[in-house]
T-cell receptor
Framework: DGGITQSPKYLFRKEGQNVTLSCEQNLNHDAMYWYRQDPGQGLRLIYY???????QKGDIAEGYSVSREKKESFPLTVTSAQKNPTAFYLCASSIGGRQNTEAFFGQGTRLTVV | GENVEQHPSTLSVQEGDSAVIKCTYSDSASNYFPWYKQELGKRPQLIIDIRSNVGEKKDQRIAVTLNKTAKHFSLHITETQPEDSAVYFCAASMSFHSDMRFGAGTRLTVKP
């Protein structure tokens, strides 16, 4: 079953703790992305990666970190420096390269700080 | 980076009417413009996309138009049905760049 999978679906974090969100794809896509979704603000780009071992900051990267050690995986760490981390996080992937194509999304992780 | 603005933020229509959602983008180098539909509690899914080398694309009840000079593109849904109710997002990106930017979304409600 091909696709992009995020885990967990729901995540609770205590203030001051780091937490890592998982994103795995078996679509053989080069490009992967992390977006944050808040009500009324659409999808805001946190980080993106065009190829293994390379990633770039998006518009709201402060307080987040990523790694891209494998083509299939692009985990996002929400650090204690992120002042308002409660949100819905979406991971996506696309073929990437010369001609941009459709981005496929995971089912999302809802993070709540308690 | 690219900046995408989307209007209106909410749209309510009667079943059978048409709905139009408009987006503008800032970077003239952008050349790929997809539209996504997100139903409640689900992931966004592509419904139609257009590249900068065409001005219009249609798929059954859905069409997208692109005006490169004015840097705006629009989604048109005809003969709306209750199942069209969802949040719609426009986006823009350019070749060799994977930083796709999205608009803030439009919540469409189709009243039966």
């Amino acid at each position: 079953d091909g696709g992009i999978t995020q885990s967990p679906k729901y995540l609770f974090r205590k203030e001051g703790q780091n937490v890592t969100l998982s994103c795995e794809q078996n679509l053989n896509h080069d490009a992967m992305y992390w977006y944050r979704q808040d009500p009324g603000q659409g999808l805001r780009l946190i980080y993106y990666s065009q190829i293994v071992n390379d990633f770039q900051k998006g518009d709201i990267a402060e307080g987040y970190s990523v790694s891209r050690e494998k083509k299939e995986s692009f985990p996002l760490t929400v650090t204690s420096a992120q002042k308002n981390p409660t949100a819905f996080y979406l991971c996506a992937s696309s073929i990437g390269g010369r001609q941009n194509t459709e981005a496929f999304f995971g089912q999302g992780t809802r993070l709540t700080v308690v | 980076g690219e900046n995408v603005e989307q209007h209106p933020s909410t749209l309510s229509v009667q079943e059978g009417d048409s709905a139009v959602i408009k987006c503008t983008y800032s970077d003239s180098a952008s050349n790929y413009f997809p539209w996504y539909k997100q139903e409640l509690g689900k992931r966004p899914q592509l419904i139609i996309d257009i590249r900068s080398n065409v001005g219009e694309k249609k798929d059954q009840r859905i069409a997208v138009t692109l005006n490169k000079t004015a840097k705006h593109f629009s989604l048109h849904i005809t003969e709306t049905q209750p199942e069209d109710s969802a949040v719609y997002f426009c986006a823009a990106s350019m070749s060799f760049h994977s930083d796709m930017r999205f608009g803030a979304g439009t919540r469409l409600t189709v009243k039966p």
